[in-house]
Nanobody, 124 residues
């Protein structure tokens, strides 16, 4: 089991930056791929970014590539999502997730562990 707690959400203006954090506890953090998903009101949960267990490989949704950066600090059991040039359409609850391996990573059903989410609101 691994427990995930997100933080760092808030209300910002379009063009601003925000950094989300996800602290993990429980079993060994560095064996898990870590991901960020988001869910806007009335929409399905969608993939945002993934980072491999070692941190050597990342992938992003087309909608955030070039603006968001995922990173991890295995010594601190924490994964981050740096979000720059935020847009109103980025408004959503952002969730941190963990799984073994990176297969099927865009599919939220493939992820084993989830945090409770942190709300990001971007005003125009």
């Amino acid at each position: 089991q691994v427990q995930l707690v997100e933080s760092g959400g808030g209300l910002v203006q379009a063009g601003d930056s925000l950094r989300l954090s996800c602290a993990a506890s429980g079993r060994t953090f560095d064996i898990y791929a870590m991901g960020w998903f988001r869910q806007a009101p009335g929409k399905e949960r969608e993939f945002v970014a993934v980072i491999s267990a070692s941190g050597g490989s990342t992938s992003y949704a087309d909608s955030v590539r070039g603006r968001f950066t995922i990173s991890r600090d295995n010594a601190k059991n924490t994964v981050y999502l740096q979000m720059n040039s935020l847009k109103p359409e980025d408004t959503a609850v952002y969730y941190c997730a963990a799984k073994y391996g990176t297969s099927r990573y865009p599919d939220h059903n493939a992820w084993s562990y989830w945090g409770k989410g942190t709300l990001v609101t971007v005003s125009s």
